[in-house]
T-cell receptor, first 114, second 114 residues
């Protein structure tokens, strides 16, 4: 079946450092790809998404490009803030029965120190 | 408005109790989801409703019983739960269950089973 693999966390950075969180996927067909963020004690929020190869999703300074040739969707940000501390989930959509469902990676915890 | 609301925020119940979790959205979405999230793990899909009909049941034990009274509401009825059912229960909704449809998550109900 389809799957998503994320880099192990936690990732600890100083404020204003460059962030990369790796995400690779295995899928048949052409899934849509998503990054969700979960702040402590909260639900998940969509951060960005891409629906076809070479699409770049971006939001709040975060970016990710859908790379079909490397089956990757790495999350990047040029300068992280303490407020970016959260858990980040990469996900893809998979067709099951009569619906698409999200397949999540294991999540990567980011801790940004002042 | 991209808000999904869930009540209650916290719930503590004994193994013989019956309780319900509630979820509401007013975005006109026709798909709604229940997820279970254990600590430091990604969300696991439990149920999907599409146009008020159950379209996916991920082999969830019968002690969890979903209900979709109308297109804005989703309930999860709980009965005879086990301590291992303690988790964060997340509701989500999306426009439909299409490939690129974004799922919007509520803040969750933190359930503790004693």
């Amino acid at each position: 079946g389809n799957s998503v693999t994320q880099m192990e966390g936690p990732v600890t950075l100083s404020e204003e450092a460059f962030l990369t969180i790796n995400c690779t996927y295995t899928a048949t067909g052409y899934p849509s790809l998503f990054w969700y963020v979960q702040y402590p004690g909260e639900g998940l929020q969509l951060l960005l998404k891409a629906t076809k190869a070479d699409d770049k999703g971006s939001n709040k300074g975060f970016e990710a490009t859908y790379r079909k040739e490397t089956t990757s969707f790495h999350l990047e940000k040029g300068s992280v803030q303490v407020s970016d501390s959260a858990v980040y989930f990469c996900a893809l959509s998979e067709w099951v029965d009569s619906s698409y469902k999200l397949i999540f990676g294991s999540g990567t915890r980011l801790l940004v120190r002042p | 408005d991209t808000e999904v609301t869930q009540t209650p925020k916290h719930l503590v119940m004994g193994m013989t109790n019956k309780k319900s979790l509630k979820c509401e959205q007013h975005m006109g979405h026709r798909a709604m989801y229940w997820y279970k999230q254990k600590a430091k793990k990604p969300p696991e899909l439990m149920f999907v409703y599409s146009y008020e009909k159950l379209s996916i049941n991920e082999s969830v034990p019968s002690r969890f019983s979903p209900e979709c009274p109308n297109s804005s509401l989703l309930n999860l009825h709980l009965h005879a739960l086990q301590p291992e059912d303690s988790a964060l229960y997340l509701c989500a909704s999306s426009q439909e269950t299409g490939l690129g449809d974004t799922q919007y998550f509520g803040p969750g109900t933190r359930l503790t089973v004693l």
